[in-house]
Every structure is written in C-alpha cells, then in structure tokens.
C-alpha cells in the first residue's frame, strides 16, 4: 500500500505530459501534411500514395507489438539505466529529426519518390513506437494512485490539445502552396519543436535499474511459462494478449478517439475552404475552439472519473462525441463551425482526459493475471492502433474523393463532392467512435472495485 500513496512532485507530472504534447503534435504533424503534400505538391499519383500507406498499416501490424515486446527484454543498458529510459532516449529526438526527410523526396520517378516515401514513414513509426511504446509504459509504474493518475491525465489533456493545436496551425506558416521545396521549412520547424519538448520529458522518464524479471507464482495465467526460446515466449504472450477483453475493448474505444482526432483535423482545411468558403483564419479560429471546450471540461471529467469510474467517463465521451459530430453535416457558416467545434471539445475531453488511466487500469489487471511485468506487447498494441488511424484517414480520404469525384483544381465542387466532405468529415469517425462506445458499454467490466483491488494485488506482489 506504500507504493499506492507514494507521490511524484509536481514537475514530474509536467515532465511526463510533455510526451502528450509530442505525441500529438508529431502525430498531427504527420497526419495532416503528408498525404496533402504528396499528392498536391509531389504529385505522386493515387495508387503509389494508396500503396504506400497501405504497406505502412502492414508495417504497423508487425512493427508495434514487436517493439513492444523488445523493450521487455532485459540488456545489460536496462540494467543499469532503467527498463524504458534507455530505448527512450535512443529514440525519441532520432524521430523528430525523421520527420525532415519525410518532406524531403527525391525529384524524379514516381518510383523512387514511392520508395522514398515508404522508407522513410516506415522508419518515423519505428523511431517513433519505440519511444511512445515507453513512454506509454512508464505511466502505470511511475504514477500508482487513481488520484495522482487523473492529475497527471489532466495535465495531458491540455498539453495533449495544445500539441494538436499546435501542429496542425504552425506548419502552415512555413510553407507556400504549390511550392514542394519550401514544406522542407516547416519540417525542421516540427523537428525542432519535437526534439525540445522530447528533451523536458526526461526528468519523467528516468528510472531506477530494473531488477531481474520476477514472475509470481500466485496461480495466474503466465504466457512465458513453458517456452523455453524467446520465439515461443513471444507468440504466447501475443496469443495471451489478444484474450483479455478489456484491453481489446479498450483498443477499439482508442481506435476511435485516434480516427476522430486524425480525420476531423485533416478535414478542416476542406471544410474551410470548400464548404465554409471561408478565409483560412477560420481554421485557427476553428481549432482553438475545439482546444478551449477540451481544457474548459477537464476539471468535470476528472471528477466523473473518481466518483463514477473510468469506464463511465469513457462511455460518455465516446457516445456524446459520436452523436455531436451530426452537427458538422448542417454548419453553413465559420460561426457556426466554431460552435460545434467548442461543442465537440468538451465531449472530446473525456476521452481525452481518460486515456491514460482507463489504460492503466487495464495494465494493472493484466500484470495480476500475468504476475510479471512483461506488459510492453500491450503498449505496442496500442501504439498500433493509435498509428492505424492515419492509414485510415489516407485510405478513406482517398476513396471518398474518387467515389465522390472531388477535383482540387476545379473551380467549383459538385454537390456530390461537397456531400463527400462533410461525410468524410463525419461519419467516418462517427462510426469508429460509436464502435468504442458500444465496447466500453457491454464488454469492459473494470469497476473502481476492482482497480482498486488489482492495485492491493500490485502492491502486495512487489509490483
């Protein structure tokens, strides 16, 4: 019971939500620029943009849970620096600095600027689901009481929209349209902000050495028992995580709120423009809307969360937020794009503000069952879901507008091509949030009860 009442001081809670800021300032960064700068600076055409996020998502589904599983591993660095710290640091600024050559493709063949653009988004995930995978990992360790979990997650939730914020309205005022060489400028603009913020994170991220592995013999469910190679140990603890229901159903609820935060950031350059027919102030106006109705209703949701439990929190969020978006198939002006914008935030801080606990909620159930801290294939499920939602965008944005017959050239939209906008905008993560909701609603089952009793359990077991 220690360990549940120990407290980090208050610059820990900001050092370890930095990581917010980056992972959705890099994530939205990426999101939003790529596929438009590829497809209307580069001109790389449809089926080599299509197929290179489609061999990305592949990558994903290799990529994550493997890295996920390596950083469980003990080496001599983790000995002696901590489990996560050290993949932490050999890989966090390395991403950043990635994120350059993404917007750097050679001039030529459409073939290699394919091979340049898969290689080097490929190498972004890598980078970047090693250090988030850690990241990630450290919150359940470091952070132990529900109280101090949704203070740390509060703090994230507008770190987490400021970084949104951020990268989705910086870039844009380092580049100019129709002019490929000068995306590089915000490019190193992204890196730079990405590498300053990675490096205030590392306060939080260091750690005390990691002990040997201690399984727990208290009859629990332990997938490494019996494999004697590190294959079989792998593929067991692959199949044991893909039995527990409560982090599959998490997986779909943060499926959602990725998909929402990705597709809705990425449509409102096209609502602006080819809908609201609006200035582009209007995206920042936008923007910020969506960002003070998430910091506004933090303090709310953290409240629902210690009264009522994660689980409810969550379920409002996904379910309101699903039904709010509605209101971006009727706005006609940018007044009443913000409106529903600020609406849609403070559904949105929910989930938001209970990523985090609700996912620690489900690590502290699993590391019980597993009686070991071997829970790194989670998180690199999870970094997988979170880098899925970007295949997504890509995917759908790209079938929409040729179903749909969207031209950007043209001057002006068929009303069939504006119906796609608004549905691109809409019901796409409508869906994936009601699918969340619904997973939240009849599958997950983590009361405050039992947390509370999964960490007794953790403390007793030295874990």
Same mark, same amino acid.
């Not at 602006?272 to 709310?300: F, K, N, Q, T």
């Not at 294939?377 to 295949?391: D, E, K, P, W």
């Given at each position: ?18 990581? *917010?800021? =980056? ?5 939205? &960064? ?34 994550? %849970? ?27 600024? %390395?991403? /950043? ?55 740390? &997650? ?16 910086? %870039? ?45 013999? =208290? ?19 692959? *199949? ?8 599959? /159903? ?41 960002? =003070?109705?998430?910091? /506004? ?51 949105? *801080? ?17 590391? =019980? ?45 068929? *009303? ?13 993560? &409508? ?33």
């Amino acid at each position: 019971m220690g360990q549940e009442g120990a407290r980090n001081p208050t610059r820990i809670h900001l050092s370890y939500a930095c990581g *917010s800021f =980056v992972d959705d300032f890099l994530v939205t &960064a990426f999101s939003v620029r790529v596929y438009a700068f590829y497809e209307n600076e580069v001109l790389l055409p449809n089926f080599f943009l299509a197929t290179a996020f489609i061999i990305y998502g592949v990558w994903n589904m290799v990529n994550d %849970p493997l890295v996920g599983y390596v950083s469980d591993r003990p080496n001599r660095f983790t000995q002696r620096w901590g489990r996560r710290f050290p993949w932490f640091m050999l890989t966090a600024i %390395p991403c /950043a600095v990635t994120f350059t050559f993404i917007f750097s493709p050679p001039s030529g063949f459409d073939w290699a600027v394919f091979a340049w653009l898969v290689a080097f988004i490929c190498l972004f995930d890598f980078l970047y689901s090693f250090w988030n995978t850690n990241w990630l990992a450290t919150f359940p360790v470091k952070f132990r009481s529900h109280h101090e979990r949704t203070r740390v &997650a509060g703090i994230q939730t507008i770190l987490s929209q400021v970084g949104l914020t951020v990268g989705m309205l910086v %870039p844009p005022l380092f580049f100019t349209y129709g002019n490929s060489a000068s995306y590089i400028g915000q490019a190193l603009v992204v890196t730079a902000i990405g590498a300053v913020m990675s490096a205030l994170m590392i306060p939080a991220m260091r750690e005390k050495p990691a002990p040997p592995a201690l399984p727990l013999a =208290v009859g629990r469910e332990d997938p490494g028992q019996g494999g004697s190679s590190e294959r079989r140990s792998y593929f067991k603890t692959l *199949s044991f995580a893909l039995r527990q229901k409560n982090f599959l /159903a998490y997986l779909v609820a943060y499926l959602g709120q990725t998909v929402m935060q990705v597709v809705m950031l990425a449509s409102v350059p096209y609502l602006v423009e080819y809908l609201l027919h609006a200035e582009a102030d209007a995206e920042i106006l936008i923007s910020g809307a969506l960002l =003070v109705g998430g910091a /506004a209703m933090v303090p709310v949701w953290i409240r629902v969360s210690r009264k009522r439990g994660n689980r409810v929190g969550y379920m409002f969020g996904t379910g309101l937020t699903a039904a709010l978006l509605v209101l971006f198939l009727f706005v006609q002006d940018a007044t009443q794009a913000i409106v529903a914008a600020l609406l849609l935030g403070m559904s949105m *801080s929910a989930t938001w503000t209970l990523l985090a606990p609700t996912f620690s909620d489900v690590i502290d159930e699993t590391v =019980v069952k597993m009686g070991s801290r071997s829970e790194g294939i989670f998180y690199g499920f999870r970094t997988f879901f979170g880098r899925l939602s970007v295949v997504i965008q890509a995917l759908s944005f790209g079938i929409i507008h040729a179903v749909v017959g969207f031209d950007p050239e043209a001057a002006e939209q068929s *009303s069939l091509a504006l119906l796609g906008l608004r549905l691109q905008m809409t019901l796409v993560p &409508a869906l994936f949030y009601l699918a969340g909701f619904l997973c939240m609603w009849l599958v997950f089952d983590i009361t405050p009860e039992r947390a509370r009793s999964n960490k007794d359990k953790l403390a007793a077991f030295g874990l």
